[in-house]
């Protein structure tokens, strides 16, 4: 299960920055108070609150779900009119939107020739293509099923090229002691960038903007 301990000036403010982080809603989680924190006289003594949130996956019968999902998938390409061949993978990426164990994800990567159309400008295609799997396989299962679809093994190269930006840009932010903002980026991206850095102990990261102007900053933790 992913989970992640965020602390800020408020148990609300680090519940809040912890779900924007693991991209999940607070019905997805359980929270844990480490600690309350305090607001001290003056800003003396004061201390911040810290908490543990923990995705949870709902149990359910998963023995038909990779049966269902491939199907699914294979009818959505064959109207697509796309000739290629569904794999099923042992090792799935991080996907942002996989609100639990990322080892029971059904997960398939899609191989074939000129495949690029499935992908899409910074994977919005595939994005959209996944989040359909998962509408059809979650109204005929009637329960919440992690699915990761990929496509040539294109998330696991974008999402590595990710994380070593996100600390190339947290040594940046260090050296200079000033903020860096991302480019806009899909929640999916946003999220690997939060969890590349959640254990980094001079840098913090916020979600900014709405819609697709959503962007992750990257800033230094006073000292």
């Known amino acids: ?6 602390s800020a000036r408020t148990v609300e403010e680090a519940i809040k920055r912890a779900l924007d982080q693991l991209g999940v809603s607070r019905e997805e989680v359980e929270i844990t108070v480490v600690k309350e924190g305090k607001g001290g006289i003056l800003g003396l003594g004061a201390e911040e ?16 779900a990779p049966d269902l999902v491939k199907g699914v998938l294979e009818k959505l390409l064959d109207l697509m009119g796309v000739d290629c061949t ?28 000129d495949l690029g159309i499935l992908i899409g400008r910074r994977g919005q295609t595939l994005d ?33 090229a990710l994380q070593d930006f ?3 840009m947290a040594e940046q932010v260090k050296a200079k002691g000033t903020p860096f903002r991302c480019e806009p980026m899909p929640a999916a991206e946003r999220r690997l960038v ?15 903007g709405f819609g697709e102007s959503r ?6 933790k006073e000292k």
């Open 128 to 160: 959209c293509l996944q989040y359909v799997v998962r509408l059809i396989v979650g109204h005929q299962t009637d329960e919440w099923v992690p699915i990761i679809v990929d496509v040539e093994g294109y998330k696991e190269r974008r999402y590595q």
């Open 86 to 113: 569904i794999v099923p993978e042992n090792a799935p990426v991080v996907d942002s939107e996989e609100d639990g164990e990322v080892a029971s994800a059904v997960a398939f990567n899609i191989e074939g020739d």
């Open 215 to 220: 962007r992750v900053v990257i800033m230094p």
């Open 1 to 6: 299960m992913e989970s992640l301990e965020i």
């Open 49 to 64: 609150a810290v908490v543990r949130v923990t995705t949870v996956v709902p149990e359910g019968n998963r023995n038909e």
């Open 166 to 168: 996100a600390k190339q």
């Open 194 to 208: 939060h969890l590349a850095l959640a254990d980094d102990p001079d840098v913090y990261t916020e979600s900014t």
